[in-house]
């Protein structure tokens, strides 16, 4: 299942069942989750993995098809179901895949708002 020639993000070492290197940001973090990371853990079912988590079948679907983001909470339950470095590997992708979606907002902010001196700038002007 996994697509987009991701195979080098791949687990496959079962005793560690780690991810070490972040995936570019070409792919949402719920599609990688549902392409890359649940089948090498051997999920393939939404209704399973979605009774498994206590979560809405719906609402997971969304996420796993880059419809909705991925969670703090849901990375959480799913470091509980698998590990808890697949929490913080999903909160990070999460957090890096806003910050690329909003460059231009951030980027258009720098160019109409004038920026204070830093303190040591302000103190070199006294």
Known sequence: MAKRGDSKYKITDPTEMLVKQQPELTIHPGVFLRETLLPSWGLKNLSDLARR???NRANLHNVLHGEADVSRDLAYKL???LRDE???FLIAYQMKWDM???AEKRAGYRKTI????TPAEAE???
């Open 124 to 126: 070199d002007a006294r």
């Open 53 to 55: 988590l206590g979560v």
């Open 79 to 81: 470091g509980a179901l």
């Open 100 to 102: 690329a979606k909003e």
């Open 86 to 88: 697949v929490a913080d």
């Open 114 to 117: 004038e920026r204070v001196p």
